[in-house]
């Protein structure tokens, strides 16, 4: 399946093991990626704070050139913010022609056009609606027999559920758990799974924000969870980089390795954590890869 | 006529013990109300069960619960729609969050919504001199605030703040909405003292997380969240206001990154949010305070080749062709007068029908897309943005 391939700011920046655990699992699950390297930031809800119109027209001319790629299926994500921020300038977009053609005149200028319609579909929503758990389950090379896995699944993907058309058709606020499962984990249910990191408001109440972190790390400490999965990276900023700093803040040892969702499924799929990059994540992810003593050599220092 | 099964929370604070959860079977028609099934259970079991209402009739936000686990109008929610979120057959119903518990699934408004409502000056203050007659409003004006005159007071998005739960002195979804109803009102005096008081709070404006908790939460449209982004929007860009939270500052920068490099140059949004808009802003005093106090964090980092030196002095940024674009778009719209800028509602313009013959695009164009055609987008399915005009759009 051919996809135009959205990878975010963030993926490309802090977070580099996440673009490129992308890179590794596609050709396992058949996905040919076209990089939408000329798309410029989603503007996470920020620009959006700032000028409306503004993150609308940025986002339609990604939309743009999303439509523009050759033979894809559809536009994929791997940013549960960029899926949000998005889908709510496509919304606005898609619900009024007028205004469609309104921002389709500043994009006129470079000769571009977003036409109303557009897929734009995390990977998460891709794994489950478009290659099937039952497909996925079959390519499972390294079940992830007894690793207990705690969904968080990040504000901008769960909600509004009528925007992001969760239903009971599509429950979308359930795929992570139904992939955990596909892969051979055992799900975690755990207070923080649908909760907010607290990474918007880092910059403006760190101590807010790190209790937020902290409080959901400790509720999956508490339930046993051996590690987290997140699609958003932001999210994986609060709750991995700045873990030692929401340690402090909470007053106890948290140790939670936290997961981007390719690098759960390239382990299962046989890929070595190293590839992964796991060696990079602010907490090692001991608790992950010791259930395979051939998996734990494969990481750095582990 | 059919049987539901209510799981209710019991809870008295005088009586010294722990809350229970409390199981009665009532006889109602399905499409009646999980208010209606509580007051039987009270008239026929046990009349000691504490639960607030008036209206019955979704319009006095007297009997918020949460219902499920999510938040609900209690007279709102039918018993055959509540049955489909129960998960064991049973409806659960419980107070709301965030605010402490009076009696059963009663909850103190007045400690906690109506003292935050009261902290945001909720009315309005006269512009001078005072009209001889009536005030003359823009009609847009008051469309623009009737989104946030919607809410009853029913505390469901205070309920599930989660920037509350752990920060219980933000002023929260419901205050602020309702300060934008007086900060989109030209008759108001004090718009900018309103926003500066709100943006300099560390539990105001910037203390909202974006989760769209409330937006969900909402009966009525409201949206609190889209609120609380307008009022930044007016305080951060319309009055330039820099307050001690970062979060104009915050919001300028991550703006002026895009539009210099196309995409986010991660590693100068922090020293800029504290500092200022400038690349010299990880000099000044704030942002030096806050690097030294991130440099466990930067160290590790570093350490483990989550961030590379390069990464952090040298930005990814976009091909120069494509900078250009994104910085003809930024003039063009941010170059707008006040009074051209285009701001979609869709809680007001709501959804155009399905098949209208689309603006932008040819007629062929949408056909094309509708069918899938060759090397281009398959056509949106059921379940994407806009595809369902049907229900009342809530932002």
Known sequence: MKVAYWPGCVSRGFTPELHGSMDKVAPLLDLELVELDRASCCGAGVIAEHNQELADTLNARTFALAQQVEGAELMMNICSTCQGAQTECQERLDANAEYRAHVNETLGEDGLTYEKGLTNKNLLWLLVEEIGLEELRSRVKRPLTDLRVGPFYGCYIVRPTDRLGIDEAKPRDTYLGQVIEALGGTVVDYAGAYKCCGFPIITMNKEVSLRQAGRHLGDAVAAAADCLVTPCPLCHLNLDLQQPLAERMVGSELRMPVLHLPQLLGLALGLEPQELGMQRHVVKPTSVIDWSTSVVGGVNGG | ?395
């Open chain 2, 1 to 395: 006529m059919p049987e539901f099964t209510l799981r209710l929370r019991r809870y008295d604070p005088d009586a010294g013990e722990a809350p229970y959860w409390d199981e009665h079977t009532i006889e109602l028609e399905s499409h009646q109300s999980v208010l209606e099934g509580i007051l039987q259970a009270r008239a026929r079991f046990d009349g000691s069960i504490g639960i607030r209402c008036s209206c019955r009739a979704a319009i006095c936000g007297s009997c918020g619960v949460r219902i499920n686990g999510q938040p609900a109008l209690a007279c709102h929610t039918h018993l055959d729609q509540a049955m489909t979120g129960a998960r064991d057959g049973v409806i659960e119903v419980e107070p709301m969050g965030n605010m402490p518990v009076i009696k059963d699934l009663i909850v103190d408004m007045d400690a906690v919504h109506w003292a935050k409502i009261r902290r945001v000056t909720p009315w309005l203050i006269n512009k001078e001199p005072i009209p001889e007659r009536e005030y003359i409003v823009p009609h847009e004006a008051m469309v623009d605030v009737t989104q946030s005159m919607a809410c009853i007071q029913c505390g469901a998005c205070v309920s599930d703040c989660l920037s509350m739960e752990v920060d219980p002195l933000f002023i929260g979804p419901a205050a602020l909405a309702k300060a934008y109803r007086f900060v989109g009102d030209p008759r108001d005096a004090q718009h900018f003292s309103r926003l500066k008081d709100l943006a300099e709070d560390p539990h105001g404006i910037y203390d909202c997380t974006h989760c769209f908790k409330c937006i969900e939460a909402c009966p009525k449209g409201v949206a609190p969240m889209s609120q609380i982004m307008r009022l930044r929007r007016v305080a951060g860009r319309d009055h330039q206001i820099d307050d001690g939270n970062n979060g104009g500052r915050h919001e300028r920068s991550f703006t002026n990154l895009v539009r210099d490099y196309g995409i986010l140059w991660e590693a100068e949004v922090l020293p800029r949010s504290y500092g200022g808009d400038s690349r010299l802003a990880k000099l000044s005093p704030r942002a030096g305070g806050e690097l030294l106090e991130s440099l466990p964090v930067i160290a590790k980092a570093l350490l483990r080749g989550k961030v590379t030196p390069k990464g952090v002095l040298k930005p990814h940024r976009l091909p120069k062709d494509d900078l250009k674009q994104i910085k003809r778009i930024y003039e063009t719209i941010e170059g707008r007068e006040a009074g051209e800028r285009f701001e979609l509602n869709l809680y007001i313009s709501g959804y155009d029908e399905e098949q209208e013959g689309a603006g932008g695009a040819t007629p062929d164009a949408a056909s094309d897309a509708a069918q899938g055609g060759d090397g281009g987008q398959q056509g949106a399915e059921a379940g994407q943005p806009g595809q369902s005009p049907e229900g009342s759009p809530s932002r």
